[in-house]
């Protein structure tokens, strides 16, 4: 969900005493990729032009100041969990917006994930995400944090989790050396780590597999057992941020402003959405009950809905980058360069 004008997320540090700002990269690498896809399709491409934006300021929406930086947003049941809000992590009731927990914490820099009965979250400090922070989101309290390899999890990535593990993507010196770290949540000990797809930017999983995305232009699927790849599909320019629907994968694809639909039964591509009309330098994806929510940055956001990949509802105006959640009859929109959380009514 990155953000400055040249594609570099304006990272901030949540110190406990002190803030300091951290930049770090987000732009994607070389995209001639050297990966042999095994997948072909025949992608349906939606290239009917986006429906006029409507201004959330006449939709009845809330919104909520919050500094210092608010970020990436996850829905986790009737709460909604903001990271970078001071004291670090902020959850806000999914229906009125009131603040229901805080967790003092540092820097949170990539996408959240939830299971095994706890909000899972990478913690930085001084630059360096190194540590895998569980929380129990019922009593707001850092339950366990799980110190990762040296070079610490990968800026603007995500976490992934899978039948009996918790995912996080190591940094390395380049695009070959990331790897693929397995946290046991029994012990909360590191398990395992293999060898992350060349140019790998964000996990999630789904469907027996952990899917990878790359910033060469391919989606690989791997075997959470061993790390051997099970299949690799052609997606757009810049994949990276995913989101696991109920017979699906949807990637958003940040450099030409598009959204693969994956059928993990095929591992094809079965549609790609235009869901903006630039890149999304940033920006983050999210999946509610009728409808898939794209966070952009030449609109405020996209939905499409699944039925008939299309795109129905633009919002806007523009606001940054951000991220995005979706609760039951809303939709949670965050505007870092706003200081800003929208939350918007869809019902």
């Known amino acids: 969900m990155t953000s400055r004008r040249s594609g570099v997320r304006r990272s901030l540090v949540l110190a406990m005493t002190v803030s300091t700002v951290v ?5 994607p690498e070389d995209e001639n990729s050297g990966l042999t896809s095994d997948s072909t399709s025949t992608r349906a491409t939606s290239s009917t032009p986006l429906p006029k934006a409507e201004d959330v300021a006449d939709l009845g929406t809330l919104t909520i100041q919050a500094r210092p930086f608010p970020d990436f947003a996850l829905a986790d049941g009737d709460t909604v969990w903001v990271s970078g809000v001071e004291p670090g992590l902020v959850g806000y009731d999914a229906g009125t917006g009131d603040v229901r927990a805080e967790v003092a914490m540092g820097d949170v820099p990539l996408a959240m994930d939830q299971g095994f009965g706890s909000l899972w979250a990478g913690e930085g400090v001084a630059g ?40 996080a993507l190591v940094d390395g010196a380049d695009a070959e050396s990331r790897l693929l770290v397995a946290v046991d949540p029994a012990t909360n000990e590191v398990r395992e780590t293999f060898p992350a797809p060349r140019a790998a930017e964000a996990l ?65 591509v079965v549609a790609t959405v235009q869901v903006s009309t630039g890149r999304i330098p940033g920006g983050d994806i999210a999946i509610g009950d009728d409808a898939v929510w794209v966070r952009t940055e030449a609109e405020l956001a996209t939905a499409v809905d699944p039925r008939t990949n299309e795109v129905v509802r633009v919002l806007g105006p523009p606001a940054g980058s951000g991220s995005i959640a979706v609760t039951e009859g809303a939709v949670w929109v965050t505007a870092h360069d706003q200081f800003v959380i929208h939350r918007v009514p869809t019902a």
């Open 128 to 167: 360096v995400i190194a540590t895998l922070v569980r929380i129990d989101p019922a009593t707001s309290t850092v339950t366990a944090r799980v110190p990762m390899p040296d070079a610490g999890l990968r800026p603007e990535s995500s976490l992934a989790v899978t039948e009996d593990a918790v995912w």
């Open 204 to 268: 999630r999983g789904g469907f027996g597999s952990l899917w990878v995305a790359t910033s060469h232009q391919k989606v690989v699927r791997v075997d959470p057992d061993d790390g051997s790849t099970q299949a690799t599909v052609d997606t757009g320019y810049g994949s990276r941020f995913m989101a696991v629907g109920d017979d699906a994968v949807w990637v958003m694809n940040q450099d030409d402003g598009t959204v693969s639909r994956i059928d993990p039964e095929t591992d094809a």
């Open 23 to 27: 930049l770090v990269g987000c732009g």
